[in-house]
């Protein structure tokens, strides 16, 4: 058995998260953990200034929206230890979602109490790394969403049933019926 985190810096994990490779963690002091499944390194660690509420990693962990003790929220590049503040990051996130879709693998949705804001991250630009804000969705009360696939949110609706919502930043986009 293994105990985490495995060092002696007097903090709780406060978020994590398993991958197909990885072990993502975060705890109360700032520190964000890859635990590697397949021979058991760390092959990424970063310390950010606050500690951390959540973390939300991409399918594959290698992009990691980070929301900290101040709810500002960020995205964590593992491959180069890059940390870079979402603007206007919503302070009454309840969940986050990336597209599973493969044709937009860095667009993510963040889940607030009464809508949520589609986000795009761009990795490569002429300004180098940035996130933009895609628009806003007015979701239903008791919303849990489950997946989020080309633009639309599946989620369980209060009666139980599993219903979908198209996000307001994809509703212009027409689907050609098969």
Excluded: C
């Amino acid at each position: 058995t293994k105990q985490f985190p495995d060092t002696q810096d007097d903090s709780a994990v406060s978020s994590s998260h398993l991958t197909e490779q990885f072990f993502i963690y975060a705890t109360t002091m700032g520190s964000i953990v890859y635990y590697s499944l397949e021979d058991g390194t760390r092959p990424n660690e970063y310390r950010h200034v606050d500690g951390i509420k959540t973390i939300f990693p991409s399918p594959t962990g290698m992009r990691l929206v980070v929301v900290d003790n101040n709810t500002t929220g960020y995205i964590y590049n593992p491959v180069d230890s890059t940390l870079l503040e979402i603007k206007n990051f919503p302070h009454d996130t309840t969940s986050l979602l990336w597209d599973r879709d493969r044709k937009d693998p860095n667009v993510f949705v963040v889940v607030g109490k009464s809508e949520a804001t589609t986000f795009r991250y761009r990795p490569i630009g002429l300004r180098g790394q940035t996130v933009v804000a895609l628009g806003n969705t007015k979701v239903p009360s008791s919303f849990s969403p489950i997946v989020l696939y080309g633009g639309e949110i599946t989620y369980q609706a209060m009666n139980g049933t599993l219903q979908t919502l198209t996000l307001s930043s994809h509703s212009a986009l027409v689907k050609i019926p098969e």
